[in-house]
């Protein structure tokens, strides 16, 4: 049976200012499996957020103050968690891999697109209930379902185009691995980097013979080489690239054993 939970938070996102450009959005009430990380950059032309939630509690309504017109949003992967905030914004941008034919996302729940998919991985997010951890966002919210989530995309993106800011700008990386068409932003002249959900561990627990572990081993080794200076991940603490290419070590490790 589904856990219910009926009080109401009184602020359903946490924001943490990293610098004066940069931002990072949780929402604290959700269990670790599927929160994530929304990230806040602040530019001279426009503001980028890198993913938006879960769409559970209106991202404009509870973050605006942080944000300046116009607003970029990019989806680092199709995951409904990671992109629930994405219909609150007009400019919309994916991987061309992870778009429809109707210039929609395809949208999935806590697994990979079809193609990514293997058998070990079956659970789906359906139940709201089952992953508020303390606090519904609203009152008389649905609890019995995930809400549904459709993201017109207005720009496709691939491998080298640049999401240019006024004052700096992110190359897009194909990270394939955990969707088709999951990407990263990289900032050549600061070395940051937006990795998405390219450093997650969760593929290890899949067949390695799989054609989604032959993507994520050519994007971890990829990753490897990037001269980054710090990682913003999709969800858990930003860490250093020392630490970035231990991890992907300890994944190697893991997979090889």
Known sequence: MSKRVAKVANRWF???????????????????????????VRGRSRDLLVDSGSGLSSLRAGCGHLFRSPVTTIATHAHREQIGGHPEFNACWAHK???????????????????????????????????????????????SAWPQTSVKVSRTLEEGDVVDLGDRAFEVLHLP???????????????????????????CTQNRASRVMDHWLRTLLRLKELPVSVV?????????????????????????A
Do not use: C
């Open 14 to 40: 946490e924001i943490e200012r990293i610098d004066p450009a940069l931002s990072l959005i949780t929402e604290p009430h959700l269990s670790v499996a599927v929160q994530r990380n929304v990230w806040h």
């Open 97 to 143: 891999m992870d778009v429809s034919e109707s210039a929609e996302l395809n949208v999935t729940l806590l697994h990979a697109a079809p193609e990514f998919v293997v058998p070990s991985n079956k659970s789906t997010p359906a139940d709201v209930g089952a992953f508020i951890t303390a606090a519904l966002p609203l009152a008389g919210i649905d609890s």
């Open 177 to 203: 691995g955990y969707t088709p068409g999951s990407i990263g932003l990289w900032d050549r002249e600061s070395g940051v980097l937006f990795s998405g959900a390219a450093l997650y561990e969760d593929l």
């Open 232 to 256: 913003y991940p999709g969800r858990h603490s930003a860490f250093s690239r020392p630490a970035m290419v231990a991890r992907i070590d300890t994944i190697l490790m893991r997979l090889n």
